[in-house]
């Protein structure tokens, strides 16, 4: 496991020393920090009119997948959330893969929640105020290309009319400085990431790439959502973090 989480840390930080030389240094240093782009939207007009009785599952993309894990692992009434690949084949559904920029597929969370506890429309709130930035086309902060897109998989007829309807309503108000640019993608399949990408905002608090980008929104979600926020995050696996 350390040596693929390894070649992980340094894929990513090399795509990131890529696309901040072919803009001259602009990209990174233009691009907004994590706690710049937070900021509370209000809940949407359209939600869900009859919660189900039993848990639901949301599909949610904006970057990197360990921030959106690890913010939707603070959510209070979120029973999972697995980092994994949605938008693409099954056969191309690896990180070395993935990371060209060429499969389809983007980072994504797949979300467990009780929507006795909390709506779906409630996540959508949460993934457009402190997740990630939904006017960033094909990126997210350092990161870029489609593997990082903002995007919202649906997994019924509900879900898609509920996230159309929000972005719309978010649009409209012109919450955002810029036209948001989340896509409505159904009818795709998720699949999860490998085990080391998994709780990983949690296991490495102290890693540079998390302290910069992913820690904030922990704070923004703490802040912005408190009757929301859970401060034991709920794992995909039994670990301790490192320091």
Partial sequence: MSGQWNRAILRRAAMILVAFLLAGGSAYLAS????????MVPPPAVDETRPANSAEVAVLAGGCFWGVQGVFQHVDGVASAVSGYDGGAQDTAQYETVSTGRTGHAESVRITFDPRRISYGRLLQIYFSVAHDPTELNRQGPDVGTQYRSAIFPQ?????????AYIAQLDQAKVFPATIVTKIEPGREFYPAEAYH????????????????DLPKIEALKRLFPDRYRATPVLVA??????
Avoid: C, F, K, W
């Fill in 198 to 213: 998994q709780d990983y905002l949690t296991l490495h608090p102290s890693q540079p790439y998390i302290a910069m980008n």
């Fill in 238 to 243: 039994s670990a301790q973090p490192t320091r």
């Fill in 32 to 39: 907004p920090s994590a706690a710049e782009t937070v900021r």
């Fill in 156 to 164: 019924n007829a509900e879900q898609a009319r509920i996230g159309e």
